[in-house]
């Protein structure tokens, strides 16, 4: 029990690690990342580097694992900063046997006080103490497998379960393989096999199996800690697996000739099991680097990318294990809102077609597909209020709520074209109505407007460029402009008695207010970039003194004169 609570705390230590790292650095990590892995062999040290910090190879895979399942890093590169990782981690068991793992207070003791002064000064600095602390964790957790396994080793019950094996060395083998898929950390086990050499009940060719066992189920835990990530990411312990047992293979055929040399250069029979792990992480290193880009292909055709549904109508791009690195995620949540808005537009353009050629069908296409735009309204919500429990800072914040917000503007465009203009089309087909030919090419003229706005819309969201949101507010007083005038120039048809336009007055006045209300809605993105510049005004009143001024000088009517310009 004593190492399965250790075990537990070092997972929570490596996810505290992982959360910390993207939350405090973000995309940065992208760049630092390609950076150390753009060359095998810095790739190789960089993972030697952090394996022999945190002395866990599966704490530096979840790490590695959580960048490529992101696309900050290519499976090639990360297995060779796996091949790194687990010589790091076999000298890792020397440090722990040092017991330089005892310094974990002082890591435990800085993390909390930079996460508390974090707290007032910034988000930043507040996950760099979490970085701390999950590192002392990770400390902790090994310091406790590790005396566990010391008083394991005590057990008589144990060492009459590994001597019995002793001359089984496939066995021997699938032992070392189990228990360190159970202890979750090759570290632990081998220093529990060092103890039972020193003891002398073990021949050392037995112990060296084990070893090779223990090198083979150092593999696994990564396999089944990602079982649950992007497949990109389940690739690289894949990979690690593969490049392991190749090693086990080779190197268990030549134990005959490898024992002699190593009880030769070594004395201790636990120096010897412990210079035996070193030295098989070290050779797989330094050999397995040529062969990164061949099994990162292996691992592409055993772990094939799902293919895309295009008919799927679910969202597509919320990853869910994007949430820890926010940035990333509202990036995700803006492509979404994207597709959104592809569908918008589209039905927007079916809708005018669905008036001039009365097609029911295309009209059943549009209802559907607003169901659609409901779909993914819902599952961008859902997304944000996730990702908006944790810390964010006020540019992510702001972001969030911009993308909420048009989100929303979104869905009701999709209901005003469902709910009234396909309701519209509906009458207009049911009683075999007809626009005139003046009014039809005044609603395509506002209509061929509106899906300019759409457009624009769509890219003032994702640009955030001010010209551009000042074209798009520009447009909003054109469009009200068009609108007047469109229904100007209906009224005139009606009082000259036009017969197709007495029947079609209601639904050619309403579809003029339902466009309008779909502009203003579009346009509405174009407000909080202005509203940051200070280019914006309060409210559209004018002052009592303005008012009265206006008055004075014939203009109280002119609504385009009377409103200042910003």
Known sequence: MTILGGVALLL???????????????????????????NRIFAAGAGALVASLVQSSTATALIVCSFVGRGALTTAPALAVMLGADLGSSVAVVVVASGIAAVWPVFAFLGYVVH???EKRSPRIKHIGRILIGFAMLLVALNVIGTASRSLGNSEIVSQVLNAMANEPFLAVVVGLVLTWMAYSSVAVVLLVSSLAVAGAFPVDALMTIVLGVNLGAALPAISATIAEPISARRVPLGNLFFRFLGVVACWIALPWLEPELVRLVPGPAEQVVAFHVAFNAALCVLSLVLVGPIAVLTTKVLPEPAVNLNDTGPRHLDEHLLETPSLALSMAARETLRMGDIIEDMLAKTIRVFREDDKALLSDVEAQEDQVDQLYEAVKLYLMRLSRDELDDDESRRCIEIITFTTNLEHVGDIIDKNLMELAAKKIKGKLSF?????SELANVHAMLMETVRLSLSVFISQDAQQARSL??????????ELEGTEWHLERLRSGMVESIETSSLHLDMLRDFKRINSHLTSVAY??????GELRSSRLVSEEQAERLRSQGLEGNSTIAEPKS
């Open 116 to 118: 508390a002064s974090g």
């Open 12 to 38: 929570w230590g490596a996810r505290m690690i992982r959360t910390g790292m993207t939350r405090a650095f973000g995309t940065e990590l992208r760049s630092v990342v390609a950076a150390w892995t753009s």
């Open 528 to 533: 909080p970039i202005l509203s940051r510049r």
């Open 473 to 482: 507010m520009a447009r909003k007083d054109q469009f009200r402009k068009m």
């Open 436 to 440: 005139s030919d003046q009014g039809l």
